[in-house]
C-alpha cells in the first residue's frame, strides 16, 4: 500500500509538471483522502498548489483545501507549511496572487 500510494504521488507531481491539472487533482484526491497514507498531509498541500495553478482562483484551491492540513495534522510540517493561510484568508481578498513552491524533483 505505502508503494502504491508513493507511485499514485509520484504520477501525481508528474501530472502537475506537465499540467495535466486534472489528472493531478484526482490523483493528489486519492492520497489525499486515504486516511493511512502517510503522505495524505502533503498531498492536500500539493493538491492546493495545482489547483490554484490551473484557475488562479484562491478561494477554490489553497483556501478549501489547505485548511484540512490543519484540522487533520496539525502538528505536521505540512500544517506548519500553510499555517500563514489563517491570517492572510483574513487579510486579503481571494483575488490575491500568491506564490507557490515548485514541487519536489522526481
Known amino acids: 500500500e505505502d508503494l502504491l500510494a508513493e507511485l499514485t504521488f509520484g504520477r501525481a507531481i508528474a501530472a502537475m509538471a506537465?499540467?495535466?491539472?486534472?489528472?493531478?487533482?484526482a490523483l493528489f484526491r486519492e492520497i489525499a483522502e486515504?486516511?493511512?497514507?502517510?503522505?495524505a498531509p502533503e498531498a492536500y498541500y500539493w493538491w492546493g498548489v495545482s489547483k490554484y495553478r490551473q484557475t488562479k482562483d484562491l478561494q477554490a484551491s489553497l483556501l478549501e483545501l489547505w485548511p484540512n492540513i490543519l484540522e487533520k495534522?496539525?502538528?505536521?510540517?505540512?500544517?506548519?507549511?500553510?499555517?500563514?493561510?489563517?491570517?492572510f484568508a483574513k487579510d486579503t481578498s481571494t483575488t490575491s496572487k500568491v506564490e507557490v513552491t515548485r514541487p519536489p524533483s522526481s
Open 18 to 25: 506537465q499540467k495535466r491539472y486534472d489528472d493531478a487533482h
Open 34 to 39: 486515504n486516511p493511512t497514507a502517510d503522505r
Open 73 to 87: 495534522w496539525p502538528k505536521s510540517p505540512w500544517a506548519r507549511k500553510v499555517a500563514f493561510m489563517r491570517r
